[in-house]
């Protein structure tokens, strides 16, 4: 049975990234002609197509986008390979891509990444920020090989290490009539008077659960798009909301008029590593959540 090589691979995932042929074999470092060679070799040993040409652009069809994924998972594992066998065995040492969720990135990077740079200094980490359906796939797909998020998230094929528990407590405008912090009761707020992150955000979903909003009649019918907005919202006064205690003394909250009250022990969400089952990495992921636990 005739294989796939590896430069195939990786020529059709540089045209998978950019559509274009003339930029796929730019960014490849070889000639438009060599790469479209590859291309056309490659489909004749799968026995599919992989990409429909015309004058103007290039799309990969249903069987290529499939295979760009299993293609992306399978060069993961030939670089493990390559690093195994040249003796990187030092962890945190190595190219690592690295998802997080736009409502932990504010407020952990800032500590930790200095911290880490010290520690690990031959670690090439990138980073993608996301909601956490949107690198969940990434992942899954080949593009990063670990994602931090908040837990529980539905999520399957994977392996999950739970790093600390964030507490929800309640944001409020300084003088704010809509609530007394000291007295909080959901069932004493107003109509409308709970804001939220927009539907996709991880945070909206974990608030309304650790936080017991079952009467949706107090939650607003507008939601912000961002933290950033949902805090201006709240500088505004125009409802209260709910933000994980790491936000506290950050820049998000600085030069405005939201402070933060604690709530009951119970309210509060789970931060943790994910990664595909079976990764030869684990051993470095659990690694990398214990530093993240222990210096954010």
């Not at 009649?217 to 933290?227: E, I, W, Y």
Request: proline letters at 4%.
């Amino acid at each position: 049975m005739r294989m796939p090589t590896v430069k195939q691979l990786q020529y059709f995932l540089a045209l998978t990234e950019t559509g274009h042929f003339g930029r796929a074999a730019e960014s490849s470092f070889v000639s438009q002609s060599a790469l479209s060679s590859a291309i056309a070799e490659l489909e004749e040993t799968l026995g599919a197509q992989l990409v429909d040409r015309t004058n103007r652009q290039v799309t990969i069809t249903s069987i290529g986008q499939r295979i760009a994924v299993q293609a992306r998972l399978c060069l993961r594992d030939i670089e493990s390979l390559v690093e195994m066998a040249h003796g990187v065995g030092e962890p945190l040492a190595s190219e690592l891509r690295l998802g997080i969720i736009p409502t932990i990135a504010p407020f952990i990077l800032p500590q930790v990444l200095p911290k880490l740079r010290r520690k690990h200094p031959s670690l090439k980490l990138y980073l993608t920020e996301g909601q956490s359906g949107k690198i969940y796939q990434q992942l899954m797909d080949g593009e990063l090989d670990v994602i931090l998020l908040a837990l529980p998230w539905d999520m399957r094929g994977v392996e999950t290490e739970e790093l600390f528990r964030d507490a929800f407590c309640l944001a409020y405008r300084k003088g704010t009539e809509r609530v007394d912090p000291d007295n909080y009761r959901i069932n004493r707020l107003n109509a409308d008077s709970i804001l939220l992150l927009e539907d996709g955000h991880c945070l909206r979903d974990h608030a309304l659960a650790a936080c017991r909003i079952r009467n949706t009649q107090k939650v607003a019918p507008f939601a912000a798009s961002s933290l950033l907005t949902l805090v201006e919202m709240v500088d505004a006064d125009l409802g209260i909301t709910f933000l994980p205690e790491m936000a506290r003394g950050t820049a998000i909250l600085r030069n405005t008029r939201v402070e933060l009250a604690p709530l009951g022990e119970d309210s509060y969400r789970t931060v943790g590593l994910a990664w595909r089952k079976g990764s030869r990495r684990a051993d470095e992921f659990r690694m990398l959540g214990e530093f993240v636990a222990e210096n954010r």
